[in-house]
Antibody
């Protein structure tokens, strides 16, 4: 059974870069047809999608966050990562990684990590 | 403010049925498949419905989805206390981003 586990910095200072990694187990990140995504959920608020990466390394980002976001993949380690630069308190949230199906007129996340809470504070 | 509009809350007694609406536009729901996610308290979202009305194999048939025009609906029949959760709709938006609704809290009375 495919499992995803987020790890990384839980406390980040304002203006610094938030870095998270998602380790994939129970399956290969290189298996075709899937993209690998990051989503966050600020306290009591809506889900916000960052973008995705394919095992080939090709990426697609949410236009509203694109200037601050980098998503990358390391197939040899079966993991992918999120970097979010110039963080502020508004970036405090639970961050989730997920496997996503991307097709014509279709996009949904079928496997989610448990999430990790990141706080931005000095 | 979310791109997709959901009611903040719905409630019903055990065994009853609830429906949750998700309203969008031609740039999202109107031209793309809709998915639904269940988020139990303190846990990550879980896929409930994909491609408007399909259920993963582990989801009971008490859960159903439908879509008409620029709106979608999630139905839960035979409501159980374990169904108390937040439910989110999601889809692709032609502004080139995945989008979600604001979530609906289901309460079992």
């Amino acid at each position: 059974q495919l499992q995803l586990q987020e790890s990384g910095s839980r406390l980040v200072k304002p203006s610094q870069t938030l870095s998270l990694t998602c380790a994939v187990s129970g399956g290969s990140i290189s298996s075709g047809g899937y993209s690998w995504s990051w989503i966050r959920q600020p306290p009591g608020r809506d889900l916000e999608w960052f973008g995705y990466v394919y095992h080939s390394g090709s990426t697609y980002y949410n236009p509203s966050l694109k200037s601050r976001v980098t998503i990358s993949v390391e197939t040899s380690k079966n993991q992918f990562s999120l970097n979010l630069s110039s963080v502020t308190a508004a970036d405090t949230a639970v961050y989730y990684c997920a496997r996503a199906v991307r097709g014509y007129n279709n996009y949904y996340m079928d496997v989610w990590g448990k999430g990790t809470t990141v706080t931005v504070s000095s | 403010q979310s791109v997709l509009t959901q009611p903040p809350s719905v409630s019903a007694a055990p065994g009853q049925k609830v429906t949750i609406s998700c309203s969008g536009s031609s740039s999202n729901i109107g031209n793309n498949y809709v998915s639904w996610y269940q988020q139990l308290p303190g846990t990550a979202p879980k896929l409930l419905i994909y491609e408007n009305n399909k259920r993963p194999s582990w989801i009971p048939d008490r859960f159903s989805g439908s879509k008409s025009g620029t709106s979608a609906t999630l139905g839960i029949t035979g409501l159980q206390t374990g169904d108390e959760a937040d439910y989110y709709c999601g889809t692709w938006d032609n502004s080139l981003s995945a989008v979600f609704g604001g979530g609906t809290k289901v309460t079992v009375l």
